[in-house]
């Protein structure tokens, strides 16, 4: 009977444990925006995390509305992302505990040599836009809701327009696959300047704009929240973010780009303080 009783207890017990939420403490998934991905800056800086603790990073590159869904739905442990109001309304909403901005690029506006539509040299972002939608040349459009799609977005309204027509190319895809349609069909396009000079020599398009301040590109790190999604592995996210704020991340991240390029693809921002948890 007592030895019954102890089976019954045992099973029970079993039971309770396989309802908790687990994680692999060996494991991590990082939900990214394309441009990390796509410019290459993933394949260098994370290594040495993944070395340190003896991990491999399973990392989910796509769009930065499709990661905050991945976020959302408890899919992904960390994120690293490009929509600062998106980002906002993501932890306001309960879903990340941490928001840190930790460095920035900038959008540029890349098109066909020709420039149909006369923006090469315009200072003004949405001036240009506005020359684009009055020709009607051809513009291709990430169609993804990601960071860089919202900023196009934001541009169309800084001069009262919606894009529409056969002229408009809502592409669905991400950022190098966008670039390619826009130099096959050579279309204008919105990009991060990282993902356009790490494809530049595979495409027939030119830098024609930049240098507005509206096309500044901040990315930050998020670590999804526990509270909500129980099963993400908290203790690993963090570590990664902090990774990010270390001396070996930020020089891995300062010097990206600099011997291919000329000049680096993405710049530091100063370590910042933590957004303070909804709620």
Known sequence: MRLLSCCLALAALALRLSSLPSYAADSLTLA?????????LLDVLLPPFEKHYDLKVKVLAVGTG???????????????????????????EGHGIERRPFMYNDFVIVGPTADPAHIRGLRSAADAFRCIASCESSFASRGDESG????????????????SGDWYLSCGAGMAATLRIASEKQAYTL???????????KLDLGLLVEGDPLLRNIYSVIVVSPETHPGTNVAMARKFADYLFADEARSIIAGFGKEKFGQPLFHLLPRPT???PAG
Do not use: I, N
């Open 32 to 40: 990214t925006t394309t441009s990390t991905h796509d410019s290459g």
């Open 66 to 92: 499709q990661a905050l869904e991945l976020g959302r739905r408890g899919d992904a442990d960390v994120l690293l992302v490009h929509a600062p109001d998106q980002e906002a309304d993501f932890v306001e």
């Open 148 to 163: 860089t799609h919202s900023r196009e977005k934001l541009l169309w309204r800084e001069v009262k327009l919606e894009p």
């Open 191 to 201: 990009t991060d300047r990282s993902t356009y000079l790490a494809w530049e020599s």
């Open 274 to 276: 933590l957004d303070a």
